[in-house]
């Protein structure tokens, strides 16, 4: 499924295996994700003087490295320029060292009884869970998707030790918020599969070998990155926030005018406004002048009582408002709001007075 997507997005390299370019994906908006700009990788610290000037050429000003003070300590910092800025913003929840140390310890009992019927799989759902729910976490993906939109930042590459769990993660981020479709990301998410296939096969197998592993499918959903855990995140996201739009302006601290500069960078200075989407629940009081189903251009004209609201903010007051109907427009649609201001904070917690 996924190895007519690889070849092109591969940086190859003698002392890592999954550094690929981000770009080339179609948006919603029509326009491709710029490639060069923006990469994706496993751990750095086993590249050679030649991977070094490979990367050289990329134009590299920043690298993001996701790992724990253990894992570079374990496994080595990284090999980079002088020239290229490192900003290390460790994720505790992709550090599989406790899975490793069970490995590595020959306990075929334990090994099954904490690795097998499903168990392994589940390990790695709350994982991905994790990247949502753990404040410190959330916090490095933001900080990074923060770098990620900052001026003169790019090229950048951001990596994890097997550049699967994190970093496809902040791949799945990334691409989301620029408005491409999530069959495109969760392609993305599982080309790991693809490169470290090979890899990832000899050691099972070497592991049942030596007698270490008693099974080598105990490790695979260790190893291998599955649909079911880029939808675990996608749907905690979902869950605590009510979108993931909300998730990026709530839980990642990342503003409007950041996404903004985010999409110019990577879409091009052509790129719209970006649109609302066709399916929203809305409670209606008063008139409502409009049929179910009847599309027509986009404008969300702000009333006397309050100033223009962002997309963000706009669905703040959806999210807010309950749900009595729901309309469906093949395209964007044209809503003017009155926001009672006798609450607080009337974008949040005032009624809403909607004529359509």
Same mark, same amino acid.
Not at 18 to 27: A, E, L
Not at 232 to 243: K, L
């Given at each position: 499924?996924?190895?007519?997507?690889?070849?092109?997005?591969?940086?190859?390299?003698?002392?890592?295996?999954?550094?690929?370019? %981000? =770009?080339?994906? #179609?948006?919603?908006?029509?326009?491709?994700? %710029?490639?060069?700009?923006?990469? /994706?990788?496993?751990?750095?610290?086993?590249?050679?003087?030649?991977?070094?000037? /490979?990367?050289?050429?990329? =134009?590299?000003?920043?690298?993001?490295?996701?790992?724990?003070?253990?894992?570079?300590?374990?496994?080595?910092?990284? /090999?980079?320029?002088?020239?290229?800025?490192?900003?290390?913003?460790?994720? *505790?929840?992709?550090?599989? $060292?406790?899975?490793?140390?069970?490995?590595?310890?020959?306990?075929?009992?334990?090994?099954?009884?904490?690795?097998?019927?499903?168990? &392994?799989?589940?390990?790695?759902?709350?994982?991905?869970?994790?990247?949502?729910?753990?404040?410190?976490?959330?916090?490095?993906?933001?900080? +990074?998707?923060?770098?990620?939109?900052?001026?003169?930042?790019?090229?950048?590459?951001?990596?994890?030790?097997? =550049? !699967?769990?994190?970093? $496809?993660?902040?791949?799945?981020?990334?691409?989301?918020?620029?408005?491409?479709?999530?069959?495109?990301?969760?392609?993305?998410?599982?080309?790991?599969?693809?490169?470290?296939?090979?890899?990832?096969? !000899?050691? #099972?197998?070497?592991?049942? !070998?030596? *007698?270490?592993?008693?099974?080598?499918?105990?490790?695979?959903?260790?190893?291998?990155?599955?649909?079911?855990?880029?939808?675990?995140?996608?749907?905690? +996201?979902?869950?605590?926030?009510?979108?993931?739009?909300?998730?990026?302006?709530? $839980?990642?601290?990342?503003?409007?005018?950041?996404?903004?500069?985010? /999409?110019?960078?990577?879409?091009?200075?052509? %790129?719209?406004?970006?649109?609302?989407?066709?399916?929203?629940?809305?409670?209606?009081?008063?008139?409502?002048?409009?049929? #179910?189903?009847?599309?027509?251009?986009?404008?969300?004209? &702000?009333?006397?009582?309050? +100033?223009?609201?962002?997309?963000?903010?706009?669905?703040?007051?959806?999210?807010?408002?309950?749900?009595?109907?729901?309309?469906?427009?093949?395209?964007?649609?044209?809503?003017?709001?009155?926001? %009672?201001?006798?609450?607080?904070?009337?974008?949040?917690?005032?009624?809403?007075?909607?004529?359509?």
């Amino acid at each position: 499924m996924t190895g007519e997507w690889a070849p092109s997005r591969l940086v190859v390299l003698d002392g890592a295996v999954n550094v690929r370019d %981000v =770009g080339g994906y #179609r948006s919603a908006y029509g326009l491709e994700v %710029v490639r060069g700009r923006l990469f /994706r990788g496993d751990s750095l610290s086993q590249l050679t003087s030649v991977d070094v000037e /490979r990367l050289d050429r990329l =134009g590299l000003r920043t690298v993001i490295d996701f790992r724990t003070a253990g894992e570079v300590l374990l496994n080595g910092e990284d /090999r980079l320029s002088s020239g290229v800025e490192l900003a290390h913003l460790p994720v *505790g929840g992709g550090d599989l $060292g406790a899975i490793y140390e069970l490995i590595a310890s020959g306990d075929h009992d334990r090994q099954r009884r904490e690795l097998g019927d499903g168990r &392994a799989a589940s390990f790695m759902v709350e994982i991905s869970r994790g990247f949502v729910t753990d404040a410190r976490q959330r916090e490095a993906f933001g900080a +990074a998707l923060r770098l990620i939109c900052a001026p003169n930042r790019l090229p950048l590459l951001y990596h994890c030790t097997g =550049g !699967k769990d994190r970093a $496809g993660w902040m791949t799945a981020i990334v691409l989301t918020a620029l408005g491409v479709p999530r069959e495109l990301v969760l392609r993305d998410y599982l080309l790991s599969n693809d490169f470290h296939r090979t890899g990832y096969q !000899k050691l #099972r197998f070497d592991l049942v !070998k030596t *007698g270490i592993v008693p099974d080598p499918e105990l490790l695979r959903p260790i190893l291998e990155q599955s649909a079911t855990y880029l939808g675990a995140a996608f749907e905690e +996201a979902d869950r605590r926030y009510g979108s993931f739009s909300r998730f990026l302006t709530y $839980g990642l601290e990342v503003s409007e005018a950041m996404l903004a500069e985010l /999409r110019r960078a990577l879409l091009g200075d052509l %790129v719209p406004p970006e649109p609302v989407p066709s399916r929203y629940p809305l409670r209606w009081r008063g008139p409502m002048r409009c049929r #179910r189903h009847q599309a027509s251009n986009v404008k969300i004209t &702000a009333s006397p009582a309050i +100033a223009p609201m962002s997309r963000s903010q706009f669905e703040d007051v959806w999210f807010h408002s309950g749900s009595v109907i729901e309309i469906f427009a093949p395209g964007p649609i044209w809503l003017r709001f009155t926001v %009672v201001a006798a609450a607080a904070k009337p974008q949040r917690d005032g009624a809403i007075i909607a004529n359509c």
